[in-house]
Structure formats: structure tokens, C-alpha cells
């Protein structure tokens, strides 16, 4: 769209901007060293970055690496946004901040419409997941609600799929008999379940981090106002103690 040829001319104009950012700018040669390196040689060096907590570089890499790419490399962008949000870098009165967040939305429909399908039978599929994480698209104020719900999808079909890799033969372990369920076979068994007065809603929540004082620190409180009357939650750890 206009809009977004728009976005794309205004952040290629950033692009050398980005490039004096990174290390030092007296080094003439560092330059010269991002300017020959790919879009995806710059998205390893940005992980390393991040991996180092050196948040303000990595951001830098990551939007360098998403420009020369032309906004194509998925990773890219999304990580630009993300550490950008690490270091509270929103640019002048917050604009930066809402050209990322409708650089999330755009990156997560154009992948929804490239990786996910739907058969005659309404179940869909994805070939890989988002670029955007969905720790990253919870707390992003997105309108639109099932750019949310592609980010959570997508993650959770391809983590099935690994779930089910053998770890010997590398080949995906078909399911158990009866998985996935029919849903349609088991809704009269679940109305008949909600028409009894005692009736509560079960909630499970399955993580690996629970052992994790922020993870802990962040959620007790959700756990805590459930109304007993009416939900009954589980919480299934399966990491370590």
C-alpha cells in the first residue's frame, strides 16, 4: 500500500543513521565492515549482541540488518522492535514507538498470509512460525486481536511438531490413537458437564519456567484472583523443580 511504501522510503532513510550508531565512529573500517556484510550476517551478529546484554548494539544491528534486507527478514525487524523496548528507546515524543508497533502488525499478517493455511476441513496449518514472539505480542497494544491470536497459533503448532521430533532418528513421532480429539464428538459431553450448577471452568497452564522468580513474580497474581466459584485451575510444570 502507499502507506506502507511510505514507511519503507522513511526507515531506508534511517539506515545510514543506524550505521553511525554502531561501535565507533571514528573507525572507518568497522563501518566499512557492516556495509559488506548480509542481512543475515548482521541478524548473527545482532543475536550475539543480545546474547551479550549489550541491548542498545543489538537493537542497532537488528534495524540495519531489517533495512538492507528491504523489511524481508522477519527476525530482524521483530528484534529491532523488541530490544528497542528493552532500552526504552520510543524515539521523539513516542514516534518511533508507533511505527514499530505498526511494524509488528504488518510483519505478522504478511506472514499469517505467506505460512498459514486452512483445509476444506477448517483446520489450519503453518509452514513456520511468526517472526514475532508472543512474550513480545502479549504486552504490545495491537488492535487487532488475531494478529495475537496467529502469533500464539503458529508458535504452538510448530512447538508441537519439535515436541514430537526423535531425538535419535530426527524423524516427527506420529500422535496417539485419538489426538487430536473431535471436538465435535466431545461438545455434547461438555454441555451436559456446564449444565450442572457446580460446574467450573478448567484453566491449565503449562510452562517450563514456573522454577523462574520473575516468571513466579509476574503471574502469582493472575492465579490468585481467579474466582474459586467458578474456575478451577491446574498448573503443570514441566521443568525443573
Known amino acids: 500500500t502507499a502507506a ?17 550508531n554502531i561501535g565507533d565512529e571514528d573507525n572507518m573500517e568497522v563501518e566499512d565492515k557492516y556495509d559488506r556484510m548480509t542481512p543475515e550476517q548482521l541478524y548473527e551478529l545482532g543475536a550475539q549482541k543480545f546474547a551479550d546484554r549489550e541491548y ?4 542497532d544491528l537488528f534495524e540495519l540488518s531489517c533495512q538492507k534486507s528491504k523489511l524481508r527478514l522477519g527476525p530482524s525487524c521483530a528484534n529491532a522492535v523488541y530490544c528497542r523496548n528493552m532500552i526504552l528507546d520510543w524515539g521523539f515524543n513516542g514516534t518511533r514507538f508507533d511505527e514499530d508497533m505498526y511494524r509488528v502488525a504488518q510483519i505478522t499478517r504478511r506472514e499469517a498470509h505467506e505460512r498459514r493455511s486452512v483445509n476444506s476441513e477448517g483446520i489450519f496449518q503453518w509452514d513456520r512460525d511468526t517472526s514475532v514472539h508472543p512474550h513480545m505480542m502479549l504486552s504490545y497494544p495491537i488492535d487487532d486481536l488475531m494478529l ?8 504452538a503448532f510448530m512447538d508441537e511438531k519439535l ?39 478448567k484453566i491449565g497452564f503449562v510452562a517450563s519456567g514456573f522454577n523462574s522468580k520473575a516468571v513466579l513474580y509476574l503471574s502469582h497474581d493472575m492465579f490468585r ?10 498448573i503443570f510444570s514441566v521443568g525443573p523443580p
Open 163 to 201: 515436541a514430537r521430533v526423535d531425538s535419535k532418528t530426527m524423524q516427527l513421532v506420529p500422535l496417539p490413537n485419538g489426538l487430536p480429539y473431535d471436538m465435535e464428538k466431545e461438545r455434547q459431553g461438555f454441555l451436559a458437564d456446564a449444565a450442572d450448577p457446580n460446574f467450573k471452568i
Open 56 to 59: 542498545e548494539d543489538c537493537a
Open 4 to 20: 506502507e511504501q511510505q514507511i519503507l522510503e522513511k526507515n531506508l532513510e534511517k539506515t545510514g543513521d543506524v550505521n553511525q
Open 148 to 155: 495475537k491470536r496467529y502469533v500464539a497459533e503458529s508458535t
Open 225 to 234: 484472583f481467579f474466582d474459586k466459584s467458578r474456575f478451577e485451575v491446574h
